[in-house]
């Protein structure tokens, strides 16, 4: 048994029992089986590491806090030392290790773009004036309804207020384009309940994954091959290299993520898809453990998605009963399943390896690359990572073949994409349409800008900023990288010219000062530096050359040298700002 330095604290019974509940599915590290007999090592204490984030979330929600005698338990329970599981749960946004003297929950109220133009900071001041305990944080998922909140539940479940609703009529939720023909992957979203697996089978669920053991491993990659199917998550890596170089390792091990840790100011695609279509993930995630070969399935889901938590459960239990998870898949004598893995507030986790850190109960800091996660990914095995969206194009390119997929789009960018669209329009939402659509005309299809348009925001905090005069810019791959802006994860953000910019893009930068995981140092220091300048910028109300350049200097630093996409992409919409002088500028 390890010397894990454990403290004197001692745990409730409480904090005890929802320790024991998460740690029952795989038993202690150290088993005491008899006065002769105990089962520990090394190997055993590493295959139950990964229980740790679940353990703390436990830990949270039952005390509201993370105590040092809670924390001794499960650290002692996982043989976990507890100076490095502090060291995990202080690295995210929902867990806290002080005692926060009252026994409230606690309201987050998120202050990022969309919502911060929508009254954020009043909503904040109206629950804190009721005696709500508030924690203005980053954005929640929840752009198209802003202002947004989470409650983070002490004595009562996790929730969001403005979920009640859709809870109490699982079908009651509707897309701005429902019920339209030319919806491909968010058809069955308010037609099928989401609630029921008899639902999903009546409107043609489960059929391509009949399909895909039908005709092969094979055959389903080079379909995707052939559609040109690019991931959905902001890289655009195509999906068929990913699952083909995961199938073709052997003798190991081999798992497949769906990455729905959708952190990116304005996005909330994968809260809607999860919340009003669960098993249509489920059954492609499935097929693509199926054609890769991989046992396992994961979803890593946002800690703040309470009600998508709920029914992807309650999805994944429904399939396992019906025999579309587990040890015969569907009757095909193929094992396969799906466990879900809640983060708990940290932007970073979006990043592919961070977010297997973060599994496997570390810190969720990026790796470095090579070695890539198809040869050397979850727990150093094989590993396919997809967006739900991705995702939900595999479903649609089995059904109706690559030849027709390559029809819709562009050239470069074959297929459908959601945008996420809020701000200043009329009907703020998730809109589907195929690649290759003007940004004006998809504002049109969002009932227009409220107001004149003073900018409009690609891509998320981690995109760019683009004038009134790029309306007619197609939303493509190729046509955006050729305008040196990037779609991401599909954030569609409109500024009228009501809005201090200044404030926002100071946002934008304090947004990635709090998430640079820190283990960098262009990343570390530059996103500090970049941040200083912007709160200087706005108390003197212009920038002068000399901070100008050293903005460019951080910016190239940070895209240069930082280790993963953060870093990359933290000063994009600070320059873009610059460059079309939405900020900076003498009075």
Not at 231 to 237: L, M, N
Not at 479 to 496: C, D, E, I, P, Q
Not at 520 to 533: A, D, N, S
Request: charged share 20%.
């Amino acid at each position: 048994m390890a010397d894990l330095k454990l403290t004197v604290d001692t745990s409730t019974t409480e904090e005890r029992a929802a320790v024991d509940a998460v740690v029952a599915t795989q038993g202690r590290s150290v088993e005491h089986v008899s006065e002769r007999l105990v089962l520990g090592g090394i190997a055993r204490r590493a295959a139950r590491r990964h229980l740790l984030l679940p353990g703390l979330h436990a830990l949270q929600a039952t005390a509201g806090w993370i105590s040092p005698g809670g924390m001794n338990y499960l650290c002692d329970a996982l043989q976990v030392p507890p100076a490095e599981a502090f060291g995990v749960a202080t690295f995210y946004d929902l867990f806290r290790t002080t005692d926060p003297r009252h026994d409230r929950s606690v309201h987050h109220v998120c202050i990022d773009t969309a919502c911060r133009i929508a009254g954020a900071d009043d909503l904040a001041r109206r629950l804190e004036a009721d005696g709500a305990a508030v924690h203005r944080g980053p954005c929640l998922g929840q752009c198209e309804r802003a202002p947004a909140q989470f409650v983070q539940g002490r004595g009562e479940a996790d929730h969001v207020p403005a979920d009640a609703s859709l809870i109490a009529d699982p079908t009651s939720y509707r897309l701005p384009q429902h019920g339209a023909e030319e919806l491909r992957l968010l058809h069955r979203v308010g037609v099928a309940d989401p609630t029921s697996l008899a639902s999903y089978r009546e409107v043609g669920g489960y059929r391509m994954l009949a399909h895909a053991l039908e005709v092969g491993a094979d055959a389903v990659i080079d379909e995707l091959a052939a559609a040109e199917l690019s991931g959905r998550g902001g890289a655009a890596f195509p999906t068929a290299v990913k699952w083909r170089a995961v199938a073709a390792e052997s003798g190991r091990v081999k798992h497949v993520i769906a990455n729905a840790d959708e952190s990116e100011p304005g996005t909330f695609k994968d809260r809607l898809v999860l919340e009003n279509d669960p098993f249509a993930v489920i059954e492609a995630l499935t097929i693509a453990g199926i054609v890769t070969g991989a046992e396992r399935g994961w979803i890593y889901i946002r800690g703040e998605y309470p009600l998508a938590t709920a029914r992807l459960l309650g999805a994944l239990d429904q399939a396992r009963a019906a025999g579309l998870l587990g040890v015969d898949v569907a009757g095909s004598g193929r094992r396969f399943d799906i466990e879900l893995r809640r983060g708990a507030g940290a932007y970073i986790c979006g990043e592919e390896t961070a977010l297997m850190e973060s599994i496997e109960g570390f810190r969720g800091e990026p790796r470095n690359k090579p070695p890539f996660p198809t040869t050397h990914g979850l727990f150093g095995q094989p590993t396919v990572v997809n967006n739900p969206e991705t995702l939900l194009n595999v479903l649609d390119i089995l059904e109706h073949g690559a030849d027709h997929y390559r029809t819709l789009g562009t050239d470069g960018s074959s297929g459908h994409r959601l945008f996420c669209v809020s701000g200043h329009v009329a009907r703020p939402g998730l809109y589907e349409l195929a690649f290759g659509v003007r940004l004006g005309d998809l504002l049109d299809a969002a009932g227009g800008a409220t107001g004149e348009i003073q900018a409009v925001l690609l891509g998320g905090a981690a995109g760019m900023f683009v004038g009134p005069d790029h309306l007619d810019l197609e939303l493509s791959l190729e046509a955006t990288r050729a305008a040196g802006v990037t779609l991401g994860s599909g954030v569609v953000t409109v500024f009228n010219d009501h809005v201090d910019l200044a404030d926002v893009v100071e946002r934008i930068a304090e947004f990635f000062r709090s998430e640079s995981c820190g283990q960098c140092v262009p990343c570390r220091v530059g996103t500090v530096r970049q941040h200083e300048v912007m709160v200087e910028m706005r108390s003197l109300g212009q920038l002068s050359a000399a901070r100008r350049a050293l903005l460019d200097d951080i910016g190239a630093a940070m895209s240069d040298a930082s280790i993963c996409g953060l870093g990359h992409t933290a000063s994009g919409a600070v320059q873009s700002a610059l460059r079309l002088g939405l900020i900076g500028a003498a009075p």
